[in-house]
Structure formats: C-alpha cells, structure tokens
C-alpha cells in the first residue's frame, strides 16, 4: 500500500470505526459546504445516528475540525518524510513529494480545502480540553511539516543542488503557493486537478530553484 493509498484508507472512513465515518462525513461537508454552513446534525444524519451520539466521539464540531486539520497536516508531513528519505537526489526528490501532493482523491482535496479555510482558527486557544488538546496537536504537527521541510531544503542547499537562501522563508513560500489552491480548486471543476498539479508543480520547482535539466532522465555512458 503506497502513501496515497495509506491516508485514502484513513480518510474516507474504511477503518470501519463510527468515529472514522464521522470524520469523512465532517470532511465532505466541511470542505463542501464550509465549517460555518454546516450544522452538527447534518453530519449526524449523514452517518446515521442522533446528533447527541456525536458527542460520544467529539466534544463539538470544532473538536472535530482540529481533528481533521491534525490528519491532514500528518499525513502530509509522514508522506514528505517517507518521500524525501528513499530518494536521495534533492530535485527528483521533490519533484516526487509535488506528485504526490496532486495524488488526491475527493476526500482529500475537501480536506486540503478545510484545512486552508479554517488553519486561523488553531491560533485561539479553547476552554474545552479536548479542544484544546486537539488545537495543540494540529498547531504541533504544522511546526514539524515546516520544520521537515526547512531541514530538507537546507541539507539540499549545502549539497549545492539549490540555490542558497532562508530555508524557513523557503519553506513557507512553498506551502504557500500549494496552500493557495484549495481556496479556489473544487472536485470535478472545470480545470482537472492533473493540470493544475503539472503547473504549479513548476511553478514551485521554479521557486525553489531546481532546473528542468535536473530532471531529466541521465544518459547512458557511451
């Protein structure tokens, strides 16, 4: 089971835990319908159970939400690691991790979605612990998705495969730029998502300063 595979499995509720059907439920709706726009008993109903039955899995919806936003950072950031770490070359490297981060089925794009819309509200702290415990993991996880990245780029700056510059800066510019997709992309839209992977994925190549030369197929020795 490859990367892709793995977070589809973990995402769209085919563990067969009632929690995990609730998280897609939420996912779909959120992502859909916007966080705000979606009521607690919409996602009851969607999973078939009362909206009180949600509360044996969940504190609120917000609990939820940062559940959600958790997985989707980790997922993220464990694929990155897996990625970076069997293929050794910095630029085919990344041009591996851009590849896989347009892998996505719908699922995972309404959780991209979400995750962008929503990421401001891991800055305000909650009164419910649970909540809270679940603001802290996901605000945790988003420093180690930057944190792997930055050390990924600085190793492959002093390996001269990129040009020198802040790699946290860097960093952020990169998941910027892919952030910024899923403010406008929506499932099934008039531009299919293999296109806008292909463009931003030279856009942020580009950005980080790997040459299209670099990716090219190296020739035999004559």
């Given at each position: 089971?490859?990367?892709?595979?793995?977070?589809?499995?973990?995402?769209?509720?085919?563990?067969?835990?009632?929690?995990?059907?609730?998280?897609?439920?939420?996912?779909?709706?959120?992502?859909?319908?916007?966080?705000?726009?979606?009521?607690?008993?919409?996602?009851?109903?969607?999973?078939?159970?009362?909206?009180?039955?949600?509360?044996?899995?969940?504190?609120?919806?917000?609990?939820?939400?940062?559940?959600?936003?958790?997985?989707?950072?980790?997922?993220?950031?464990?694929?990155?690691?897996?990625?970076?770490?069997?293929?050794?070359?910095?630029?085919?490297?990344?041009?591996?991790?851009?590849?896989?981060?347009?892998?996505?089925?719908?699922?995972?794009?309404?959780?991209?979605?979400?995750l962008v819309a929503e990421q401001g509200r891991l800055s305000h702290p909650s009164t419910a612990p649970p909540e809270e415990e679940a603001r802290?993991?996901?605000?945790?996880r988003t420093r180690d998705l930057e944190f792997a990245w930055a050390s990924f780029l600085s190793t492959a700056m002093r390996a001269g495969a990129?040009?020198?510059?802040?790699?946290?800066?860097?960093?952020?510019?990169?998941?910027?730029?892919?952030?910024?997709?899923?403010?406008?992309?929506?499932?099934?839209?008039?531009?299919?998502?293999?296109?806008?992977?292909?463009?931003?994925?030279?856009?942020?190549?580009?950005?980080?300063?790997?040459?299209?030369?670099?990716?090219?197929?190296?020739?035999?020795?004559?």
């Amino acid at each position: 089971m490859n990367s892709s595979q793995e977070r589809r499995y973990r995402s769209t509720g085919r563990g067969g835990t009632k929690r995990q059907e609730i998280l897609a439920a939420a996912t779909e709706r959120f992502g859909r319908d916007g966080y705000e726009h979606t009521k607690w008993a919409d996602i009851a109903h969607d999973v078939g159970v009362g909206p009180t039955a949600l509360y044996h899995y969940f504190e609120s919806k917000q609990h939820c939400l940062y559940e959600i936003m958790d997985e989707a950072i980790e997922d993220f950031r464990s694929s990155f690691v897996a990625i970076t770490t069997k293929e050794r070359d910095p630029a085919r490297a990344l041009a591996a991790v851009m590849a896989d981060s347009f892998d996505l089925s719908e699922q995972e794009v309404h959780r991209n979605r979400v995750l962008v819309a929503e990421q401001g509200r891991l800055s305000h702290p909650s009164t419910a612990p649970p909540e809270e415990e679940a603001r802290l993991a996901a605000r945790a996880r988003t420093r180690d998705l930057e944190f792997a990245w930055a050390s990924f780029l600085s190793t492959a700056m002093r390996a001269g495969a990129i040009a020198e510059s802040d790699p946290r800066l860097l960093t952020r510019a990169v998941l910027g730029l892919y952030n910024s997709i899923w403010h406008w992309y929506r499932p099934n839209g008039i531009v299919a998502l293999t296109r806008v992977g292909e463009d931003f994925t030279g856009l942020a190549l580009a950005m980080v300063g790997v040459p299209p030369e670099a990716l090219q197929p190296q020739r035999a020795a004559a």
